[in-house]
């Protein structure tokens, strides 16, 4: 299918039976639908529909159907756990809005018992598999690491099983991701840099990307003086990093003034000493003397998903060959099925 052409689109919905995860029946009442993803939820996203038949709680599968050059083909968009908060009837007809969560809900249905644990020693990411499979009903996609816990991981008692599969994982540098269809994936951290672009937005003739854009940074923020404060039964430790580079934006410098952030339970391995946490305080100024950048633009449709890295050469509003991490998209189930997207990059300033 080339996405930067023109094509007939429709829309079908289809309830999921939750104990194969397969397309049970076709439905024909709904009128709209709009999805959100979203990285930076707990849930990875939520979905709205309209449609003019009183339903009860299901799953729900939305397809997009493009045809170009007499040729059919169907993408899955998102697939959500519906449930209706309000039904109007004017005399003739229903109008029902559903609310759609993500798989990832019925996680936050539930918690472990109290003072759950993990034992010191287990491996991390089959302990997850295994959770998160037992507390939910979607499939679930297993992720292959060595990564074992170092400590006992105790559940907090204001945690679900979310909060608490989220942190559990966290410890291996994993995340949950979604795909289409629902299924429940692990994405190990990944550095937008190391990642090959899945797509390319440019402002050429069969650009499917739309004019406006916006970039959002934050320098602000960013501080030029790091200080690290460590105690353990072995002493007390204290490490000062300054960046007072003339040459770097941000330097003490070149601002005239520092801004300071202070650490005082760094993530340490081992027994520290003076010369690790000195280490540990120029590296943390490092990683945070970066500047990141938020572009938010809008496009047709085409088959770019959540985490995937683009690349944006939008030579009119002065982006060439900027590789950015897609955090967030809003999708609407309409003529020209427009996504409005948001991706993200990092520019170093010092270090």
């Not at 104990?19 to 939820?41: N, P, V, Y």
């Not at 109008?95 to 990832?104: A, H, Q, V």
Request: proline residues 4%; negative net charge; charged residues 25%.
């Amino acid at each position: 299918m080339d996405w930067t052409s023109s094509m007939q689109q429709t829309f079908e919905y289809y309830e999921v039976d939750p104990g194969t995860w397969k397309d049970k029946k076709k439905l024909d009442t709904f009128t709209a639908c709009s999805i959100e993803r979203d990285a930076e939820t707990d849930t990875l996203g939520s979905a709205s529909f309209e449609t003019t038949e009183v339903m009860d709680e299901c799953y729900l599968r939305v397809y997009l159907v493009a045809v170009q050059n007499e040729i059919s083909e169907k993408i899955c968009l998102g697939t959500f756990l519906v449930q209706s908060p309000s039904d109007s009837f004017d005399g003739k007809k229903h109008d029902i809005s559903l609310d759609g969560y993500t798989p990832l809900i019925e996680l936050k249905e539930k918690s472990p018992p109290l003072g759950y644990s993990i034992s010191n020693g287990e491996n991390t990411m089959e302990m997850a598999y295994r959770l998160t499979r037992e507390n939910l009903r979607a499939p679930v996609v297993a992720s292959t690491s060595s990564h074992r816990l170092f400590s006992d991981f105790v559940s907090d008692v204001n945690d679900d099983w979310l909060t608490f599969l989220r942190y559990l994982i966290a410890n291996a540098k994993f995340s949950y991701n979604l795909d289409e269809v629902g299924r429940v994936l692990f994405t190990p951290e990944q550095d937008t840099a190391s990642l090959t672009p899945v797509w390319t937005y440019t402002d050429d003739n069969s650009s499917i990307l739309y004019p406006e854009l916006t970039v959002d940074r934050d320098l602000y923020s960013i501080p030029n003086v790091v200080e690290v404060y460590y105690s353990n039964n072995s002493g007390y430790y204290y490490a000062k990093a300054v960046n007072n580079d003339p040459n770097s934006p941000i330097s003490t410098v070149s601002r005239g003034r520092k801004i300071v952030y202070r650490e005082s339970d760094p993530d340490l391995i081992g027994a520290a000493t003076q010369k690790q946490i000195d280490q540990y305080a120029e590296q943390l100024l490092r990683n945070l003397s970066s500047l990141e950048y938020r572009i938010t633009y809008s496009h047709g449709y085409c088959p770019v998903r959540i985490g995937d890295c683009v690349r944006l050469n939008y030579s009119r509003s002065g982006l060439g060959e900027v590789k950015a991490k897609v955090i967030s998209q809003s999708i609407k189930c309409e003529t020209g099925c427009t996504v409005t997207e948001t991706a993200v990059f990092n520019k170093r300033l010092w270090g």
